[in-house]
């Protein structure tokens, strides 16, 4: 269906009414077996752990959202880089962004070095920096962008380049912009990551993550550590991720907007210091977003005038609309405090060098009525004891 437009994909790819009863939602396979014909010969599936109908057409979905030519999914986002990580040996090395998400960095430093596959973390935003760090153990870039949580961006186009040139693999993280926004494996991208959790669901209530690769062989060896490893996710969070990436299109424009209007209002706010957003004509790298992501995404980050924890402490506290809760990416808006929650495994002196503030909260902006959602956080800043010249 790659002729097809996105919104079309994102109803229809990979998705046929059910061959035993004509359903047109794809049913929830509930099983962990399968009947066979006679010993080692079956109709397609022999073990859930393997493969399953339902798990089969999200990712026949996913592969044809990202114009790659497979996809693999699994329990979670993290098992997602997990079974990328897997694909190497000790003494390999990845580069990372040094704007990570805390999780990503916890399972490369904490899990994977014990193991003597070393992560090498770089500012990507400098395709020269990428390029110094690159050793002949180098086996994997790996591209978070936007990062998560200060909203830089990573060139795609660029950075895969320098992949190419010294036969490495790429990875792009693609979490927070979601396929209807920028399409990794179009910008030269090998793999793309996701926590289907996120955007994809878009709903909150399901824990999944996906790689949708660009080659046959890839396919190959994540589908055998898929099934050898067994980090798979359950037939009914299949359904659920597809049931919620048929609206992924609408949802992500309508928050989208809704994002850039409270960026605007955030960057005029007397008690804010910074906002971090590529939909704003003052972040550094508004170009490339408009020349690499369709919108500018929906999530926003911004530190306090002062950077004192306690008076972002106070704004957390003070939202009604605005959920304090770990995830992002569901219709509803969610507000957090990354260096004790999403960020907390990051040493504050790391953290500290990327503009990690503990003063920086980060909101992922919802589909709510967009005026509602700034007059709570309009109350919420108020709550805060900032002396400024002038009161919003």
Known sequence: MKEHKFGTKAIHAGVHPDPATGAVMTPIYQT????????????????????NPTRSVLEANLAA?????????????????DAVLRMFHP??????????????????????????????????????????AITKNTKLLWIETPTNPMLQLVDIQAVTKIAKAHEILSCVDNTFASPYLQQPIELGADLVSHSATKYLGGH?????????????????????????????PGPHDCFLVLRGIKTLHVRQKRACKNAKKIAKFLAAHPKVKNVYYPGLKTHPQ??????????????VSFDMVGDKYEDAKVALSNTHLFTLAESLGGVESLIGHPASMTHGSIPKEERLKIGLTD?????????????????????????VKIKVETEV
């Open 286 to 299: 508004y170009a490339l977003a408009k020349r690499q992501m369709r919108y500018a995404g929906a999530m």
């Open 359 to 383: 003063s920086l909260i980060r909101l992922s902006v919802g589909i709510e009525d967009v005026g509602d959602l700034i007059r709570d956080l309009e109350v919420a800043l108020k709550a």
């Open 204 to 232: 909150s209530d399901v824990i999944l993550g996906a790689v949708v690769v660009k080659t046959k062989e890839l396919s190959e060896q994540l589908h055998f550590i898929q099934n050898a490893v067994g980090a798979i």
């Open 32 to 51: 962990s077996t399968y009947a066979q014909v006679e010993p080692g010969v079956h109709k397609g599936y022999e073990y859930a752990r393997t493969k």
């Open 65 to 81: 959202l990202e114009n790659g030519y497979d996809a693999i999914c699994f329990g979670s986002g993290m098992a997602a880089m």
């Open 91 to 132: 003494g390999d090395e990845v580069i990372l962004s040094n704007d990570l998400y805390g999780g990503s960095y916890r399972l490369m430093t904490k899990v994977y070095e014990r193991y003597g596959l070393k992560g090498v973390f770089v500012d990507m935003r400098d395709p020269a920096k990428i390029e110094a």
